[in-house]
């Protein structure tokens, strides 16, 4: 089974499986359609009569339509890849791929030219109302509405700015999923206290997780499963992926091993460290000197701020989820600010370091996020080891300084006193928290 989820969760098979799926359901409804008419002829006795001379090539029109208009639509995603890879970054085309509208309207076009062939072959060439032929017609309109809408989603998918708000708004929802999703579990064991242990038997990435599986094995045996890697995260061979607090047979160590996938590449198993991912991919392209493309950069460091500032003054304590019997039952690598924020900002800070604009901006969105994290002493302190990186690495490009002065006049009043210092190197080591687990 989780072989086969695994398969439907790659993006090309998400592509097939899903238009296939809407196309062959539409495309059996003339089916249906004739055994009304037959059995219930009051059903069709307001539609006009239809001669096999007038619908059999109403029929082809709308099955040629459908298929020029599918050609037309594939054509124009393909085109959407394109852009999206060279300009956007390649792990974008997840996103443009499992896209509900691409989707919807390669499933509607293939459908149509399905339903005409097989009305065409099923109908009587007689004359008659016919419900099929009807059905035919509405379809082919419908599909030259969602035709229209399908151009309209894709000239909003290729717009950078479009693209970088749907990012943001997918890991403002996962966070607050995360927060919901999963409980503070105190009084958990100290690190003596897990004597089983679960070996990754593969190199690879962390992909989908099991949750409930995990559950309800570790509720059956009485113990507590805690996962030591996030999904997105790679592991080596024979690294330890999971711990218990009682010791394994086989059984259950296979039970476990089984909820706990390992792929070749990575995925979106963990929606919010993916987002952060796109995010930083898409500035650092943005950066890049073939691209030069400040106020994209800018658009990137606002929309994490955004996210970021929803779980300020959050506690970062353990987290997972409990059992039915109420017991904690597993443990999951949890988020914290500055794991977040390590991975956000250290490499568009790095790549930065010589534009005094996107310099001003990091400084803006620091600005924020300190003022929102009042109350908070461990966040404040790491946005302020963020803020003291930013004015190193500005003093450090020799910029004038009265562009200097620019960043730092967007800093908050208690921090720019350390700016005038120099900025002093940063009490606690933000790292990048790209392997972090807290």
Do not use: W
């Amino acid at each position: 089974m989780n072989s086969v989820i695994r398969f439907l969760r790659q993006p090309f098979h998400l592509l097939l499986m899903g238009p296939a799926l809407l196309a062959l359901g539409i495309g059996a409804l003339p089916f249906p359609l004739m055994y009304l008419e037959r059995t219930f002829p009051v059903l069709a006795s307001f539609l006009p009569v239809y001669a096999p001379q007038v619908f059999q090539p109403m029929l082809g029109v709308v099955a040629t339509a459908a298929m020029t208009a599918l050609s037309l639509a594939y054509s124009l995603t393909l085109v959407v890849f394109t852009l999206a890879a060279g300009s956007i970054g390649p792990r974008l085309l997840r996103r443009f791929v499992t896209d509900r509208v691409n989707q919807a309207t390669a499933g509607t076009l293939a459908g149509t030219f399905l339903y005409a062939l097989i009305a065409l072959s099923q109908l009587p060439a007689t004359n008659g109302a016919s419900l099929a032929v009807t059905g035919a017609l509405g379809l082919g309109a419908f599909s030259v509405l969602q035709l229209i809408f399908f151009v309209r989603h894709v000239a909003e998918a290729v717009s950078i700015d479009d693209e970088i708000a749907g990012i943001a708004r997918n890991l403002t929802s996962a966070l607050e999923t995360h927060r919901e999703r999963y409980s503070e579990l105190p009084d958990l064991p100290d690190d003596d206290g897990y004597s089983g242990e679960i070996v990754s038997e593969t190199s690879g990435y962390i992909g989908t997780i099991d949750e409930p599986g995990l559950t309800k094995t570790a509720t059956d045996r009485d113990m507590i499963v805690k996962l030591q890697y996030a999904p997105g995260q790679y592991v080596l061979a024979g690294a330890v992926i999971a711990r218990a607090t009682a010791d394994l047979d086989d059984e259950t160590s296979d039970c476990l091993e089984a909820a706990i996938a390992i792929e070749p590449a990575r995925t979106d198993g963990r929606a919010i460290e993916f987002s952060i991912h796109l995010l930083v991919e898409i500035a650092l392209r943005a950066l890049s000197p073939g691209v030069n493309d400040q106020y994209t950069a800018i658009a990137v460091i606002d929309a994490v701020s955004g996210s970021i500032a929803d779980i300020l003054s959050a506690e970062s304590a353990p987290s997972g989820l409990c059992g039915e019997d109420g017991a904690p039952r597993l443990i999951v690598p949890g988020l914290s600010v500055k794991h977040l924020m390590g991975q956000a900002y250290h490499p568009i800070r790095r790549a930065s370091t010589e534009s005094i604009l996107v310099s001003q901006a990091l400084a803006r969105a620091f600005a924020r996020l300190h003022a929102t994290a009042e109350g908070a002493d461990a966040d404040r302190d790491v946005i302020d080891d963020h803020i003291r990186l930013l004015l190193q690495g500005v003093a450090a490009a020799n910029h004038l300084p009265n562009d200097r002065d620019s960043v730092v006049a967007f800093l908050p009043e208690d921090l720019r006193a350390a700016a005038d210092a120099g900025g002093d190197a940063p009490d606690n080591d933000p790292t990048d928290g790209a392997d972090a687990v807290t």
